[in-house]
């Protein structure tokens, strides 16, 4: 089992940044992930990185967003700049550990235009 502790969402202006914290009970060889649900829109993949370092986005994040994780302390970050009012959503954390994956219970992210 792996639990999953998110924090960091809030309420911002459009322009601002907010960084998301996601801290795993176990050390986590594999990579972790931030996901996104927007009212009435399916979940999403936002952002990945892998144990060594290597990352994804999805093209509408890129350059605004930065996904990084600290090994020792079993924990991914995203830090998010330039926020746009579409970037409003519930941010999940997402690790497979052994062959199950395990989700964060999500943090709200409200971005006012």
């Known amino acids: 089992q792996v639990h999953l502790v998110e924090s960091g969402g809030g309420l911002v202006q459009a322009g601002g940044s907010l960084r998301l914290s996601c801290a795993a009970s176990?050390?986590?060889?594999?990579?972790m992930e931030w996901y996104r649900q927007a009212p009435g829109k399916q979940r999403e993949l936002v952002a990945g990185?892998?144990?060594?370092?290597?990352?994804n986005y999805v093209d509408s994040v890129k350059g605004r967003f930065t996904i990084s994780r600290d090994n020792a302390k079993n924990t991914v970050y995203l830090q998010m700049n330039s926020l746009k009012f579409e970037d409003t959503a519930v941010y999940y954390c997402?690790?497979?550990?052994?062959?199950?994956?395990?989700w964060g219970q999500g943090t709200q992210v409200t971005v006012s235009s």
């Open positions: 997402k690790v497979r550990w052994g062959s199950n994956d395990y």
């Open positions: 990185i892998g144990f060594g370092g290597s990352t």
């Open positions: 176990r050390k986590i060889f594999n990579a």
